[in-house]
């Protein structure tokens, strides 16, 4: 039936006149050279067929940014740089295959590469005020690049900001924008306890960040805990974005403060996992630094940017230290005259700041010819009403356009446009997705994406599941044809309770 | 019960009602003659079920169908159990005897006892078929183990009131009848949908015979969710090592770690 309807669509549209054809894609300013083209195969190439060869091998482009949540403001003429600065990788193999496909259409090798910019989301224009980004492929197949020198002046008096990126062929044609989460501004890191309600300076358990070592303050000798090849490393080009945890144990101990559960204080122990490739460092107690001292005694809220040094657990005052590129143990000497303190290196010195991993993955695999990949619309959560015959699946997130439609594994369903925050989508019978109904009983889980009118696949992290239910709900609707069914699970019901009430029988 | 042990007691409590009613030995009563026997019925239903439990249990498997209080009143020794038989007073407790001397009173032909009895013991019988008749209805609609023999009345009562249990609870527990414990119940609301289009099963179906899906419930999973949750379950513990001591090379250990995390999703 579906495929009667889409086969309808084709016919519709060769017969519909070039004016109405080219008022399907004038709302949007993305569509216009589809309409130069008037090139309606782009259409037809969305299939169930193709779809499904699409979910088979996922040749997907991600883009990848990874940012600080707090940015330190620059008074006057100093720059103080975005650290760890944001970066961008380039993951997926549709990349390449992007660029094979743009290469066999005549197009030269020097313009398949891609460059980009990143500037704060303030700016006007990204070509003069941004910082270029220019891709390295590393061993891992990903493309890298990061931007070192941004920066935000106190003429900006916002309090919140975000970062564009914005990416091109080497020939020019845009690919798309890309946003950051938000960042926050803040003057300097805070010296005083800081309070749990002030929740966006607090780091939270389970929350990601970086740490960085930084020699006497000099921008030149930062170096970041970064994890290469499984081992950590403190490098000066990459860093990694940690999920720091807090480890159960120590609430026994430290069972007063309730409030540790989310947030992250000094003195509790957590362990530092790297978010790619789940390498961790051994517990450890996060401790205060003070003038190169480690304080034993504070049980206050870690907040961003403050130092900090990780003493392993269970150690004789043995901490995480960097010894130019290496990350060892550094033994602290303890403090003659303050018990509850020890002295550190240079090299045992953190800064934390909490970071942010923002990801779209889209696949022009469909999409016969360039397209500008943004707004890229982002699911962040999904609502299901209705049930019995019809269920709905609510969509919510951002960028949503009336040119998306909601597809369930190579199922395309029914969808509406609410708008650019939320998508409204039938649930397609489970007997489209795989043939009779009745004989679904193992749960049937399928991708959801975003496809739009051009054939531009936008993959979600979300996929869907359908669970077969033996219980009838024992509606009182006995057709003729149903009889058969009830005579059945009427049956099952005796035996169940047969087996069950086993007990009634032998006491008599 | 304590009258389930001992039917004589139940007897004396219950018998009582049987004296006092004077209409008890006549058809021509100016009483409604429905409301007499419904009187009756539920104390002679309730000796009856006593009486047959208690020798069921003493004396022999006695055929419930067959065995109502008539015959028990004169194949019986003792007679207490002989209510009908208005002779058999020397025998009954003290405190009886003003009402069954002022029935006495009234008079009556052998003859028109006979009669009296006879067409009490029919009464007596149409009731218990009537009955017996709608236990063996409730009896066809009581699930029993394949090897069970028919159930007896009190076994079909007691499984009566577990069955109806059993179904009440599924029906509002909604619960799969496989797996009562499964782990559905974890997500909130629990949307199902039905199937559209049906069809009688016929048995080349794969699934003939089994019970039919009431249809399929929907949920959902960010797999990124759990790919972050899966990366801190499964990670491997980096030691940096201690420069003092190079023998002891930097190692991986690959350390399940479960319960110390405190994942926060």
């Known amino acids: ?508 | 019960m304590d009258t389930v042990l001992d039917p004589f007691t139940g007897l004396d409590s219950f018998s009582s009602p049987y004296f006092d009613d004077d209409d008890f030995f006549t058809d021509h009563s100016s009483r409604d003659h429905l409301d007499t026997d419904d009187f009756l019925d539920e104390d002679v239903d309730f000796l009856t079920s006593q009486i047959q439990e208690y020798y069921k249990d003493s004396r022999i498997a006695q055929d419930g169908d067959y065995c109502d209080v008539g015959n028990f009143s004169f194949s019986s020794s003792s007679s207490t159990f002989s209510y009908g038989c208005a002779d058999s007073t020397s025998e009954l407790s003290p405190h009886r005897d003003g009402l069954l001397l002022k029935r006495r009173r009234r008079m009556r032909s052998e003859t028109e006892m006979q009669q009296l009895r006879q067409a009490a013991n029919v009464r007596e019988r149409r009731r218990m078929q009537s009955i017996n008749d709608a236990f063996e209805g409730l009896r066809s609609h009581i699930p029993t183990l394949p090897y069970e023999k028919r159930l007896s009345k009190v076994d079909t009562l007691r499984l009566a009131i577990g069955y109806i249990n059993f179904l009440a609870e599924l029906v509002q527990s909604d619960m799969p009848i496989r797996n009562p414990h499964s782990d559905t119940l974890n997500q909130p609301k629990k949307v199902i949908i039905c199937h559209r289009g049906t069809r009688s099963p016929s048995p080349n179906d794969p699934d003939y015979g089994l019970p039919p899906l009431a249809g399929h419930s929907l949920s959902w999973t960010d797999e990124k969710q759990l790919k972050d949750q899966n990366i801190i379950r499964t990670a491997k513990v980096w030691t940096p090592e201690d420069p003092r001591k190079l023998h002891l090379k930097s190692s991986i250990n690959n350390i399940e770690n479960e319960p110390p995390f405190n994942c926060i999703s």
């Open chain 1, 1 to 508: 039936m579906q495929d009667q309807r889409k086969g309808d669509r084709e016919t519709g549209l060769a017969t519909v006149d070039s004016a109405e054809a080219s008022h399907l894609y004038t709302s949007d300013a993305c569509f216009t050279h589809l309409r130069e083209e008037q090139n309606f195969s782009l259409l037809q190439k969305v299939t169930r067929d193709s779809v499904r060869q699409y979910l088979q091998f996922r040749p997907d482009q991600s883009v990848i940014i990874l940012h600080a949540k707090v940015a330190q403001k620059s008074y006057g003429n100093e720059k103080r740089f975005f650290c760890p600065p944001p970066c961008v990788y380039l993951a997926g193999h549709g990349w390449k295959l992007r660029q094979e496909q743009l290469k066999a259409s005549g197009l030269g090798e020097s313009s398949c590469q891609l460059f980009g910019y990143m500037g704060l989301d303030s700016s006007t224009d990204p070509r003069t005020d941004s910082f270029k980004l220019s891709f390295e492929e590393q061993t891992d197949k990903r493309m890298f690049a990061c931007a070192k020198t941004l920066y935000i002046s106190d003429t900006d008096k916002r309090k919140h900001f975000r970062l564009l990126l914005h990416l091109f062929h080497s020939g020019g044609q845009e690919i798309g924008t890309f946003n950051s989460r938000l960042i926050k501004v803040i003057s300097k890191p805070s010296q005083k306890r800081q309070s749990m309600k002030n929740a966006d300076l607090c780091i939270s358990s389970g929350s990601k960040v970086s740490l960085f070592n930084r020699l006497r303050s000099q921008t030149v000798s930062t170096r970041y805990l970064a994890v290469e090849d499984g081992a950590f490393v403190a490098s000066a080009r990459q860093w990694t974005a940690f999920t720091v945890t807090l480890v159960e144990e120590m609430h026994a101990v430290h069972s007063e403060y309730s409030m540790c559960d989310s947030y992250i204080c000094y003195g509790c122990v957590v362990q530092l996992v790297c978010t790619d490739s789940g390498v961790a460092l051994p517990p450890m107690v996060i401790r205060k630094v003070n003038k190169q001292h480690a304080c034993l005694d504070v049980d206050e809220p870690v907040s961003q940017l403050h130092k900090c040094a990780f003493q392993f657990r269970d150690s004789n005052h043995m901490y995480l230290c960097l010894s130019n590129e290496k990350i060892i143990q550094f033994q602290a000497s303890p403090c003659p005259k303050e018990s509850h303190k020890v002295l550190l290196n240079d090299g045992s010195c953190w800064t934390i700041i909490g970071t942010e991993v923002v990801e779209y993955t889209f696949s022009e695999s469909l999409a016969g010819h360039p397209t500008t990949i943004s707004p890229v619309p982002m699911i962040n959560g999904l609502e299901l009403n209705g049930g019995g015959h019809v269920a709905m699946l609510e969509l919510h997130g951002e960028n949503f356009s009336p040119h998306l439609k909601v597809w369930f594994g190579d199922m395309e369903a029914e969808t509406m446009f609410r708008s650019s925050r939320s998508l409204l989508s039938v649930v397609p019978d489970v007997s489209i997705l795989s043939g009779e109904w009745r004989w679904m009983r193992q749960p049937i889980t399928v991708p959801l994406s975003l496809i739009r009118f051009d054939g531009l696949i936008y993959r979600s992290s979300y996929s869907f599941t359908y669970t077969p239910e033996h219980s009838a709900p024992f509606q009182a609707n006995v057709t003729a044809e149903r009889t058969a069914d009830s005579d059945s699970l009427i049956d099952t019901i005796h035996q169940e309770f047969t087996r069950m009430n086993f007990h009634l029988f032998m006491q008599s």
